[in-house]
Every structure is written in structure tokens, then in C-alpha cells.
């Protein structure tokens, strides 16, 4: 899942702006010492939590992180279906 992000950061023919964001992407997972696999075991945790609440989209769910200034943000993106009836505890 988080292999479509790069997929599509790393696409060849890349422009100017697409290679600053990769080594934006790069100094910031060194910076913070997140590895791949990290990324990945982090998303299926996520996906983990709202799939008890919602029905989503996995295979368009997006893991990024990403750096403003003196701010790194983990950003979560999925398409909801639907909310899972839950019961309710009196």
C-alpha cells in the first residue's frame, strides 16, 4: 500500500518539482528513522482501527508524511464505503 505512494513519487520522466519532494521525502524518513517496513506495519494498524467502524477502500488508502517548516504531519487518506452498523452497549 505504501509501495503505490512511492510507485508514483519514483515514476520515471520525473519534473523538477517531483524530485524535490523525493528528497524532501528522503531527509524527512532519515530525520525520523522510518524504514518501509515501518510504514507498512504502521498502515495495517491504521486500517486495522477504521475497519472496525468503516468499510474502505484499501487498495486506495494512502500512508504519507510530510514536512512544512518545523511541522511533520503522518497523513491517512481512504475512500469510506460505508459505516459499519456497530451495536450499541447500554
Same mark, same amino acid.
Request: net charge positive; charged share 30%.
Given at each position: +500500500?505504501? +509501495? ?29 528513522? /522510518?524504514? %518501509?517496513?515501518?510504514?507498512?506495519? +504502521?498502515?495495517?494498524? =491504521? ?17 504519507? =508524511? ?8 503522518? +497523513?491517512? %487518506? ?11 452497549? /447500554?
Amino acid at each position: +500500500m505504501p +509501495m503505490k505512494f512511492f510507485k508514483r513519487i519514483f515514476r520515471k520522466g520525473a519534473s523538477k518539482d517531483t524530485a524535490k519532494k523525493r528528497l524532501q521525502f528522503t531527509l524527512v524518513y532519515d530525520r525520523l528513522s /522510518v524504514s %518501509n517496513h515501518s510504514l507498512r506495519e +504502521m498502515q495495517n494498524e =491504521i486500517v486495522a482501527v477504521i475497519s472496525r467502524y468503516f468499510i474502505i477502500d484499501e487498495d486506495k488508502s494512502e500512508l504519507d =508524511i510530510r514536512r512544512n517548516d518545523d511541522l511533520t504531519s503522518l +497523513m491517512f %487518506n481512504t475512500p469510506i464505503i460505508s459505516a459499519r452498523n456497530r451495536p450499541r452497549i /447500554v
